[in-house]
């Protein structure tokens, strides 16, 4: 059986699952921010190595501007109150995208979250102001100011280059695409659509789909 080291989520569904309870978008993203909590403290055991989420696209800027303060407030409130929990539980911090084009203070934040957690063992990296063609070109350009442009040299300098191959991709809410995340990446992961949205994801949907992959057999091209 085979083990999941590097899982990476779409999280899918926020306002879907506010507007069926007639509740603002917003207590969606609140619910959601709650998932990833609970997920965070569910990864003791599964043997997954690094959990990459995307938490706010290049693309989500075109919301509605409340939609977009109301995110942003939310990743500042999630920031103050996890840190020490981060810290707590051997947990490094990742960021992936063009996150210091965020607002002063959030960049700020997000500079000492990434001091202090340093010396995790396990790692949660967070896609923010993430767009996955972006990434690639400008790993493409690093590469080209290196004289070299080959998909070694290419993978070397995108933003996850530190982490472990992707293993398994997840996107919850029932959608079937990948949005322009982890494009390179998920060359040769596993996909897993699944119907639930996101904020009803728990950690026993994540080792539900830990032993899909465990069955798998991965060929990488190969018969």
């Known amino acids: 059986m085979t083990t999941a080291r590097h899982v990476a989520i779409i999280m899918d569904g926020n306002g879907r699952w506010a507007k069926r309870r007639f509740l603002p978008r917003a207590m969606g993203h609140q619910r959601g921010v709650e998932a990833v909590r609970e997920l965070v403290r569910g990864l003791e055991g599964t043997g997954i190595e690094c959990l990459t989420l995307y938490a706010f696209s ?17 990743m500042r409130k999630f920031i103050k109150s996890d840190l020490p929990e981060f810290i707590a ?6 960021i992936i995208g063009d996150w210091q084009a965020l607002a002063p203070d959030i960049v700020a934040m997000l500079k000492d979250a990434l001091e202090q957690t340093a010396g995790g063992s396990r790692t949660i990296a967070v896609a923010l102001n993430y767009g996955s063609q972006n990434e690639i070109a400008r790993a493409a350009a690093k590469a080209a100011t290196a ?18 191959p992707l293993d398994l991709l997840i996107r919850t809410s029932g959608e079937v695409r990948l949005s322009n ?32 992959f465990a069955n ?8």
């Open 216 to 223: 798998r057999e991965r060929r990488y091209g190969g018969r």
């Open 58 to 74: 290049s693309e989500n800027w075109k919301r509605e501007e409340e939609e977009v303060d109301d995110l942003m407030n939310l």
């Open 181 to 212: 995340f982890l494009l390179w990446q998920c060359a040769y992961a596993e996909m897993l659509f699944v119907d639930t949205l996101w904020p009803d994801f728990t950690p026993a949907h994540l080792q539900q789909a830990l032993d899909d």
């Open 89 to 94: 539980n051997d947990v490094k911090l990742k």
């Open 147 to 164: 004289g070299d442009i080959t998909p070694e040299t290419i993978a070397a300098n995108l933003d996850t280059a530190d982490l472990p």
